[in-house]
């Protein structure tokens, strides 16, 4: 640990720019890090000494972001280029999105889009570091600094394990790591080395991102072969007691068809459902929500996030098919 108190004297001689501050608070942080979880307070101190506080995270996470109607947002999202993209990247990775299919039962389709909406395949640079971010949001933010706190304690833990240092973890504003944009206790309880390299990186590893995020959604419940959601028409009055703008189905679906809620596309009765209403572009709505799109929203509780989800991956799987059809692609 000596080197570690040296290059602490070092930088509290001669500065540093937009530095955490050190104090009491982050003392008795990295004192709870080493009784609690082993990860020698000085190494603590040490990864702290060199975080910077972000204005970014200051900012983003202060304002609200206001939910444009589904119609609306489905436009802005599910674009050629997403889907596109989406076809390219199921190319590129179609091995490790079928093993991670068959090992976790979880659609390929929907493993893709998930990884879509959060990095654009990956593609998206991350250039934020998630040690700045939660350490700014654990240490000076008004909000939510429990939460963020218990982040910065799992990023620790994970650097500490996997023998990484935590300014290596490159993610978005809020802390979420890598690829699939998981937060540190997740990618504790849900990382998975895919690639079998002895390391669950989610930062360069796509087929670890892969089988992570296949691994998160199986845990919520998703499981391959029933449907996610299916847009239904509505006749007489019953039908609004259903509609209670929770995506969480705990009705039957034959308790909703027996009060005038139509599925465009049949599913076993018994199946647990649940009616949402969103704002299309030629008006109203009526979505069938189904346990696969609850476990998506589990990912981000947003019923515009979810129904992107499943939007975009019922997209590239058109897409794969229509490429096999054409013979752009063999199998
Ligand atoms: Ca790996």
């Avoid at 972000?54 to 996470?61: F, G, M, Y």
């Avoid at 002895?198 to 998160?216: E, F, H, N």
């Avoid at 299309?280 to 998506?296: F, P, Q, R, S, V």
């Amino acid at each position: 640990m000596k080197k570690y108190l040296l290059l602490l004297l070092t930088i509290m001689i001669f500065g540093r720019a937009e530095a955490l501050e050190i104090n009491k608070e982050l003392h008795e942080f990295a004192d709870n890090m080493e009784s609690c979880y082993g990860v020698p307070r000085d190494k603590v101190l040490w990864w702290m000494y060199g975080a910077n506080i972000s204005e970014i995270a200051l900012n983003r996470t202060a304002a609200p972001t206001e939910a444009k109607p589904w119609g609306e947002y489905r436009k802005l999202f599910i674009t050629d280029d997403r889907v596109r993209g989406g076809l390219d990247f199921y190319l590129a990775n179609e091995g490790d999105l079928v093993r991670a299919e068959h090992q976790f039962g979880v659609s390929r389709y929907v493993i893709a889009a998930i990884i879509g909406v959060e990095t654009n395949y990956g593609k998206y640079q991350l250039k934020l570091k998630a040690i700045d971010m939660l350490a700014t949001l654990a240490f000076n933010s008004p909000n939510r600094r429990p939460f963020f706190t218990k982040e910065l304690k799992w990023l620790l833990i994970i650097a500490d394990r996997e023998n990484v240092d935590p300014h290596n973890y490159m993610g978005s504003y809020a802390g979420a790591i890598g690829y699939p944009q998981f937060m540190p206790s997740n990618f504790d309880k849900f990382g998975v080395d895919f690639d079998g390299d002895g390391k669950t990186d989610l930062v360069r590893s796509m087929p670890d991102a892969i089988g992570s995020v296949a691994k998160y959604l199986s845990a919520h419940g998703y499981r391959l072969g029933e449907q996610t959601a299916v847009q239904s028409d509505v006749s007489g009055d019953a039908w609004q007691q259903f509609d209670t703008r929770s995506m969480r189905p705990v009705k039957k679906l034959k308790e909703l068809t027996a009060n005038g809620i139509t599925p465009r596309t049949p599913a076993n009765p018994e199946q647990k459902a649940i009616l949402y209403t969103l704002d299309g572009t030629d008006g109203k709505e009526y979505w069938i929500l189904y346990n696969n799109l609850y476990a998506i929203s589990r990912y981000n509780p947003r019923i515009n996030y979810a129904m992107a989800v499943f939007s975009l991956s019922e997209e590239i799987k058109t897409a794969v098919r229509g490429a096999f059809e054409e013979g752009v692609y063999a199998e």
